[in-house]
């Protein structure tokens, strides 16, 4: 596609349920991000993938927090038992080829997400 | 492990007149550097980078940046703002070796008044 594509753009959530973030990134890109964007805090790195090596999974702040990308394309991410503090958006961004550093990223509008 | 400090949340400016967003960051390891911008209600966007070669960098709207590796500083000017310019711009690196994802800082809002 023309951009990165994220699905849904707001998703209000009771406490406790699970939700799936969907990304899908530009055609071509090998490298898959996902940052998390919470109020007064910035942005903070989550996952990232590469082709079909095994993905950096460091930033992910919990292990209700899980990934995953499905033929080398379109991204998933899963927040199980989702808390209060979860709450932010979540952004994903496609890049060219990770050999290529200083590229630079493509980001989605991002997946607001409510939780409450 | 990379850090990046934006000082100032806020930036309140009035139209036409000049601006600089500053950033420091922290870096065991060669890095390269960015400026992202963020319009209202819109993701990021890259502005500018800087990888080599010249220290001084320019983006198409007049934004420019100039990578000041004594005092590890990336700090952003444009000369003349403009009320299309209020945005949330972040800066951040990316290592150049090594895992690979970029680091921000936390912002800073620049807010143009007429």
């Known amino acids: 596609g023309a951009g990165v594509s994220q699905s849904p753009s707001n998703k209000v959530t009771e406490k406790g349920k699970d939700v799936e973030l969907r990304c899908d990134p530009i055609s071509g890109h090998t490298a898959l991000y996902w940052y998390r964007q919470s109020l007064g805090q910035g942005l903070e790195f989550l996952i990232y993938f590469q082709g079909n090596s095994a993905p950096d999974k460091s930033g992910l702040p919990s292990d209700r927090f899980s990934a995953e990308r499905t033929g080398g394309s379109v991204s998933t991410l899963t927040i199980q038992r989702t808390q209060q503090e979860d709450s932010a958006v979540y952004l994903c961004?496609?890049?060219?080829?990770?050999?290529?550093?200083?590229?630079?990223?493509?980001f989605g509008s991002g997946t607001r997400l409510t939780v409450v | 492990a990379q850090s990046v400090t934006q000082l100032d949340s806020q930036v309140p400016v009035f139209e036409e007149a000049p601006v600089e967003l500053r950033c420091n960051y922290s870096s065991s390891v060669s890095v390269y550097l960015f400026w992202y911008v963020q319009y209202p209600n819109q993701g990021l966007q890259l502005l500018l980078k800087?990888?080599?070669?010249?220290?001084l960098v320019e983006s198409i709207n007049g934004f420019e940046a100039e990578f000041n590796k004594s005092q590890t500083s990336f700090h952003l000017r444009k000369p003349s703002v403009h009320i299309s310019d209020t945005a949330e711009y972040f800066c951040a690196v990316e290592r150049n070796t090594g895992r690979r994802a970029l680091t921000f800082g936390s912002g800073t809002r620049l807010q143009v008044q007429p």
């Open positions: 800087y990888l080599s070669g010249s220290t």
């Open positions: 961004a496609s890049s060219l080829d990770s050999a290529d550093r200083g590229y630079g990223y493509t």
